[in-house]
């Protein structure tokens, strides 16, 4: 079965500072996709990145990066020089591709706080 | 283009009440799905749709029905309200492996 561990609860860091979300998976499928989403106070999920299981490279969006490594089963995620918008729950998820169906299997999320 | 829009946003039920969850999707997905969200928890899946006529259970089925008459609408029904469904609930259509997301509703059972 597949499953999704985010050891990380809470994170709270000061404005500025850099923090790594930790996001380790497991699955038996050899194709797999991998997403972060980000769920702010208001409730929505905004989608952050998805990554499939043969593009090991890593990512950069302006001040977020993913680190994929297959051989740990680990997707984390750096925000660097973190703002107070970026406070949040973060969700890393993981789902199979099989016949188009995206079903995801979520981790438990990671409440971010950034203090001012 | 409004892409997945869920309805109603807020309701209280009572224990053994009936509801619809409304989900409407205007992207002429086929995909779709419904999710909930404990307190403090990441989304599991109640039930997904390949298309008209076809759906399949998720994760946590029990206590909720879907159908899927039309490309556009996946409604999810409860049947006998119970305190244990208190949660959000996230309905989404897919296309080439991305997800959209509706806003969520809200649902509590008193």
């Known amino acids: 079965a597949q499953k999704v561990t985010q050891a990380q609860t809470e994170i709270s860091v000061v404005e500025k500072e850099d923090v790594t979300l930790d996001c380790v998976y497991e699955?038996?499928?050899?194709?797999?996709?991998l997403f972060w989403y980000k769920q702010p106070p208001s409730g929505e999920l905004v989608f952050l990145i998805r990554r499939n299981s043969f593009d090991e490279q890593n990512e950069i969006s302006g001040r977020y990066s993913w680190n994929f490594q297959k051989s740990t089963s680990s997707f984390n995620f750096t925000i660097t020089a973190s703002q107070v918008v970026d406070s949040a729950v973060y969700f890393c998820?993981?789902?199979?591709?099989?016949?188009?169906?995206?079903?995801?299997?979520f981790g438990q999320g990671t409440r971010l706080t950034i203090n001012p | 283009n409004a892409g997945v829009t869920q309805t109603p946003k807020f309701r209280i039920l009572k224990i053994g009440q009936s509801m619809t969850l409304q989900c409407t999707q205007d992207?002429?997905?086929?995909?779709m799905y419904w999710y909930r969200q404990d307190p403090g928890m990441g989304l599991k899946l109640i039930y997904y749709s390949v298309g008209a006529g076809i759906t399949d259970k998720g994760e946590v089925p029990n206590g909720y029905n879907v159908s899927r008459s039309t490309t556009e609408d996946f409604p999810l029904r409860l049947e006998l309200a119970a305190p244990s469904q208190t949660s959000v609930y996230f309905c989404a259509s897919s296309y080439e492996n991305e997800l959209f997301f509706g806003e969520g509703s809200r649902l509590t059972v008193l």
């Open positions: 998820a993981l789902s199979e591709a099989m016949r188009g169906a995206q079903k995801l299997v």
């Open positions: 699955t038996r499928d050899t194709t797999y996709y």
């Open positions: 992207m002429n997905h086929n995909y």
